[in-house]
């Protein structure tokens, strides 16, 4: 059985989760990157150790899902998780994901810091099921700059 668990942080008043509306393209994607990838597993497994939870590490599949919504939700400005059990199937991840979403922070340790605030996305963070993860952010020149996609897996 298939359970996904999904959430998305509204940052800075920004119109949130549209459900599985499309997103239309209205800005320019500057630049994208998994590259926080690494400092972002660190940092969860810390977290998640911390509470008594398995560490976790970087998958490249869930990173690629994460570039992928990353860029969607920065060329449209908002955020939205889309159709997100059609994107993990693209991208080959069964068994229990989560998803959380963020825009307007500079770093991943803010992104990380503004997820544990969150209930929902603090529950995303600590799903006992998770033990990997992909991380990535798109820039854009629009009022938010950058965005954030996380993606947990088994």
Known sequence: MRALFISGVIALGLAGCAGDS??????????????DAAQAAALISAYRVS????????????????EHQARVVA???RLSHGSFVSRMDQYGISG????????????VDGAISRWKASPGH??????????????ARADADNRYGRYWALVLGQ
């Open 22 to 35: 499309a997103l239309t393209p209205t800005d320019t994607v500057l630049a994208s990157s998994t590259g």
């Open 51 to 66: 509470k008594g939870l398995s560490p976790v590490t970087v998958d490249s599949r869930l990173n690629k899902a994460a």
């Open 75 to 77: 060329a449209a400005g």
């Open 122 to 135: 603090n529950s995303n963070l600590l799903m006992p099921q998770a033990r990997k993860i992909g991380l």
């Open 96 to 107: 229990y994901s989560a998803e959380n979403l963020s825009a307007g922070q500079n770093s």
